[in-house]
């Protein structure tokens, strides 16, 4: 370590200003911040900080994603693990590209799109439109906004979103079927068995559904059913996200609220017409529900600030993923629903904040 | 009473119960600056010879609170910079500084209350009374609508209640008898934590006589003790009077003064945090030298001195020398120096954490062993809400903070910043490391400059439309 640390300080000039490498400066912070925290102090009151940074606080949806990744390692074959270095050298070659040009560090938010983006995706997609969409998230749904924290929409589903409508057909045939052997294709299989390179065309559970076949609950529960790569799984995501909301980094409001609106409106209309609409325990676990949920929608950023907001924010993307499930030519709604929840986000802020404002006046 | 937001921090070096004496000193650095006061008016002369209670120099600003010489000794006034050097420090009998003389003539001028409260003024124990909402020192003579009394002190470290009321019980009780003295029908507020102790019980038995005194039971959350929380918490409205706060030992100097007329010369001050060998209370005298505590009690190389808490305290550089009038505590801190291996994916046993983000969530609270360090980068905000939800004023502060950010003021104004306590508990918690606490202040600081120009400008127009009105008059009068 102390070795690593010489080496270090003896580079830093090359990295400095009006050094022969001073353009790289944010990927020499960015990787030296890495390896050692910083020795800075508080310069004033409060003289203690609390220990989490940032970097702690994104390596927790990080951890959590883990179990979800391995099932996607598990499901579809070591291919995903192609699929999440593709994510992250692209997206962050984005994200480097800006930090020069602002002169600021690499900011940390990025290695959370970079691994949530390749688990939103079908499995089967192609390398090159992983590249290009994280790279299209990255820089449409971020950086034009100034970066992490200014973002108005979540750059892993606007990435998702443009290839879902620039290659409707390349995204819809690059679902896979999920490998049924015991041990997965974690043996060091590309593909699962039985998937060529040109993927055929599987259905999801929830294409399927419209035809009126409902797969089996515990299909869904365990995983081994077509679907994006880290979205199969129920349990493991539950997992997951329950590990997060623990942590304090998502907050459980709006899980509570996007999954019990939905809930019951999903349960009002298969009350209402059984035949026509699915039940609900199978339509809370089926495609992307519970994986925007638990780590697309909590994105601090992209989210209402406010605790009230939260509720109302959870209500609007539970609502309208069912309404777009059920009565729209989409078999998926949660990518719009998220997307269309973070540009209300805004004005729900700005509600509860002027009805906070007014009873803090009536405090005094 | 419900709360806001909160959280206690646990760190290493809590002050016991105990109180130490300090040895005598030969010299004594009395700053002529401290949170509150500026003491501009000198009262002596170079080389001067004052006895213990004499008045070394005023605050003009603040109703002439006077800065009492705390021992006898001799005037040197050139010798430090900011300070008020006494040397040949002795101890000898203090004497009232109200001549007799004088009392007739304020009497009639104020009244019986009046006499009370001017000797609390002359005698320093006026300076222990903080108005609620502002934190500043309250006009002696004017009437409020109700006292706030608080035993607690949940800043670490600082001064607890207990350790100062214990042996002085009687004190305490008789010295709130002459608050309520200075009162016509008023409440007083006493402030007692919501826990089942012996010693809050022995208290609450005490108390339970006064009439007037009420009983305030809150839990042992910072920063639930401020004065202005608790003033909106017990729903006392700014626009019908001030509010009075003092804490316990305020009373203590009030019935010092009004029961045997000595001047309030000695303050109990707590000695803590992780850089301190041993914590504990200690009782000394306002100018001590601060070299002095040090080598008793500080083991810690390279550590910080803090003046007051550990999260609103100041920072104490080289070139304070003594004590100063308002201090409540020196807490010390080892400043951070070595860079920490890929310390963001340690599991953080030992690493207590606002959000549940280290293993150590999984154990019991303990008190941890916090240095100054910043740990972690500055980054932008990415709204993780954690300075909302701890906030307990109120307020939104990562909001003001991006208000800010773009110079919008007003908005932050509107955002209410004026409600904003300085417990520093967003700044503690934010992981985006901002500095949010100094923001808020310095925003407070610009808003009350800009209120005052805009004020001064209508004055100003208002003095020029009168002379306007003037000459015109004069030149009808002159048709």
């Not at chain 1, 609007?316 to 719009?336: A, D, H, K, M, P």
């Not at chain 2, 826990?195 to 639930?224: C, D, W």
Request: hydrophobic letters at 40%; a neutral charge; charged letters at 20%.
């Amino acid at each position: 370590m102390k070795q690593l640390l010489k080496i270090i300080e003896a580079i830093r000039p090359t990295f400095d200003e009006g050094g022969k490498l001073g353009i790289l400066k944010p990927v020499f912070g960015a990787l030296e911040h890495f390896f050692f925290a910083p020795s800075d102090t508080t310069i004033g009151a409060p003289h203690i900080r609390d220990p989490l940074d940032l970097k702690r606080f994104m390596s927790m949806v990080i951890i959590s994603v883990v179990p979800c990744a391995f099932a996607a390692f598990y499901f579809f074959g070591w291919r995903f693990l192609a699929m999440v270095i593709v994510s992250y050298a692209s997206g962050l070659a984005v994200e480097a590209l800006f930090a020069m040009v602002r002169k600021e560090g690499i900011n940390e938010g990025f290695f959370v799109t970079g691994i949530l983006f390749p688990l939103i995706l079908p499995p089967g997609t192609p390398l090159w439109m992983v590249g290009l969409g994280v790279a299209f998230g990255v820089f449409i749904g971020k950086e034009l906004f100034g970066g992490t924290g200014r973002n108005v929409f979540n750059p892993a589903l606007v990435g998702r979103c443009f290839l879902a409508l620039a290659y409707p057909k390349a995204m819809s045939a690059s679902y896979m079927k999920p490998s049924h052997d015991l041990l997965g294709c974690l043996l060091f299989k590309w593909l699962p068995p039985g998937t060529g390179v040109d993927a055929v065309t599987v259905a999801t559970p929830l294409s399927v559904a419209k035809g009126g076949e409902y797969c089996s609950l515990s299909h869904l529960l365990f995983g081994s059913v077509s679907g994006s790569a880290g979205e199969t799984s129920a349990i493991l995501i539950i997992l997951g996200g329950v590990f997060l909301l623990l942590t304090r980094v998502a907050n459980w409001r709006t899980v509570v609220s996007i999954l019990g609106s939905f809930l019951l409106l999903a349960g009002i209309l298969h009350h209402g017409q059984p035949e026509r609409f699915g039940p609900i325990m199978w339509h809370l676990c089926a495609g992307g529900l519970l994986f925007g949920t638990f780590f697309m929608a909590t994105d601090p950023v992209t989210g209402p600030t406010t605790n009230s907001g939260k509720w109302l924010y959870g209500i609007i993307i539970g609502s309208v993923t069912v309404l777009i499930r059920n009565f729209t030519g989409y078999v998926e709604g949660v990518t719009f629903a998220i997307l269309l929840g973070n540009i209300t986000a805004p004005i729900l802020d700005e509600i509860v904040f002027k009805v906070r404002l007014r009873r803090l006046a009536s405090e005094e | 009473m419900k709360f806001r937001g909160g959280h206690n921090i646990l760190l290493q070096g809590r002050p016991e119960g105990m109180i130490k004496l300090m040895p005598e000193p030969e010299v004594l650095y009395l700053p002529l600056r401290s949170r509150r006061f500026s003491f501009g008016e000198l009262c002596v002369e170079e080389g001067q010879q004052v006895n213990g209670g004499d008045v070394l120099a005023r605050d003009l600003d603040n109703y002439s609170v006077p800065l009492l010489a705390p021992r006898a000794g001799r005037v040197r006034l050139t010798e430090r910079e900011g300070h008020i050097v006494l040397e040949d420090v002795a101890r000898l009998a203090e004497h009232a500084e109200i001549d007799d003389e004088d009392l007739p003539h304020i009497a009639q001028e104020m009244g019986a209350s009046g006499i009370k409260r001017y000797r609390l003024l002359t005698l320093g124990a006026w300076q222990f009374f903080y108005d609620a909402y502002s934190g500043s020192l309250p006009d002696p003579l004017g009437r409020p609508q109700a006292i706030i009394v608080s035993t607690l002190s949940l800043e670490p470290f600082l001064a607890r209640g207990d350790a100062q009321l214990h042996n002085r019980l009687l004190n305490f009780t008789r010295g709130l008898e002459q608050l309520q003295s200075l009162l016509e029908y008023q409440p007083i507020y006493l402030v007692m934590p919501d826990i089942k102790s012996e010693f809050a019980n022995l208290i609450r038995n005490h108390i339970r006589g006064y009439a007037s005194v009420k009983m305030v039971s809150i839990p042992l959350t910072y920063p639930y003790d401020d004065f202005s929380i608790l003033a909106r918490r017990l729903g006392l409205k700014r626009s019908e009077g001030p509010v009075w706060s003092v804490r316990t030992e305020g009373v203590l100097a009030v019935d010092r003064a009004l029961t045997l007329s000595k001047p309030c010369l000695v303050r109990i001050i707590s000695i803590g945090g992780t850089g301190v060998n041993y914590s504990t209370h200690i009782s000394v005298m306002p100018g001590y030298p601060i070299q002095r505590i040090r080598d008793k009690y500080i083991f810690e190389p390279v550590s910080r001195i803090i003046n007051g808490g550990i999260l609103t305290g100041e920072r104490l550089g080289p070139e304070a020398l003594g004590l100063d009038t308002e201090c409540r505590g020196l807490t010390v801190l080892p400043e951070l120096q070595d860079r920490e291996f890929l310390g963001f994916i340690r599991p953080g046993w030992d690493r207590s954490c606002y959000a549940a983000c280290y293993l150590s969530s999984l154990r019991d609270k303990f008190r941890e062993r916090l240095s100054t360090g910043l740990h972690g980068e500055g980054r932008p905000c990415v709204s993780c809400n954690f300075c909302e939800d701890v906030c307990p004023a109120g307020i939104t502060p990562h909001l003001i903070h991006k208000y800010l950010y773009r110079d919008l003021i007003e908005e932050a104004e509107q955002a209410r910043v004026d409600l904003c306590i300085e417990c520093g508990l967003c700044s503690y918690v934010c992981p985006s490391k901002i500095d949010l606490r100094s923001q808020i202040i310095d925003s407070k600081v610009l808003i009350a400059k800009e209120k005052e120009e805009i004020r001064k400008e209508q004055l100003r127009q208002e003095e020029l439309r009168k002379q306007e009105e003037a000459r015109k008059q004069a030149e009808e009068n002159s048709k």
